[in-house]
């Protein structure tokens, strides 16, 4: 399955628009964006630069259970979180690229919350992979689709986002 940029650039709009409802739905004002180093980090600021948000956008990376492992199998580099505003009593939207088994949204809200208590947390991802070992869902979803274990959804970019499945 191939995602060329211009459908995640689809993709992508669909995400503004239903999380510009789900930010009125629930009354949210000013939010704050996070994005999960490195995936999540170019889909925030794809919306980020798309929606009118305030604040520089937030990057987190802790030592996560799992991260952005690329094919070969080495790990990405590590990069230290920047938070440059305190989290406390804020709206805070988190990004990442992939949502599987939710271990790293459970260890990102647990780092999140070492910079303050949030008013609310809603987890943007570009693509739900399915087989969820913890109760962790996104509000909102570029598109669900399951993959199985040997399976690996391969994210190119940083300016043209494009997925292909391997
Ligand atoms: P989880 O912690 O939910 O098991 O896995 C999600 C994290 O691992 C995401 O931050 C994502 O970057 C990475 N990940 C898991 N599966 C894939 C995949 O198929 N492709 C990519 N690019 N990243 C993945
Ligand atoms: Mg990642």
């Known amino acids: 399955m191939e995602y060329d940029n211009k459908r995640v650039d689809a993709l992508l709009l669909k995400m503004q628009s239903d999380l510009e ?14 994005g999960i ?8 600021q794809r919306l ?9 956008l937030g990057e987190l990376n802790s030592g ?6 690329s094919s070969n ?6 990069k230290p979180s920047l938070m440059p505003l305190s989290v406390e009593d804020r709206h805070i939207i988190l990004v990442d690229d992939v949502l599987y088994t939710g271990r790293t949204i459970r260890a990102a809200m647990n780092e ?11 987890l943007v991802v570009l ?14 979803v570029g598109v669900k689709h399951e993959l199985g274990p040997d399976q690996y959804l391969q994210v190119s970019g940083p300016d043209q986002l494009a997925m292909s499945i391997i």
């Open 112 to 122: 999140l919350f070492d910079y303050g208590r949030p008013a609310s947390i809603t």
């Open 127 to 140: 693509i739900d992979r399915c087989h969820r070992e913890l109760p962790i869902e996104a509000q909102v």
């Open 37 to 44: 180093h490195s995936g999540g980090v170019l889909v925030a």
């Open 64 to 69: 996560f259970y799992r991260d952005d492992f």
């Open 48 to 56: 980020h630069e798309a929606m009118a948000i305030e604040d520089t």
């Open 73 to 78: 199998g080495l790990s990405a580099q590590m």
């Open 21 to 34: 409802a789900h930010i009125k739905a629930a009354n949210i004002s000013n939010p704050m964006m996070v």
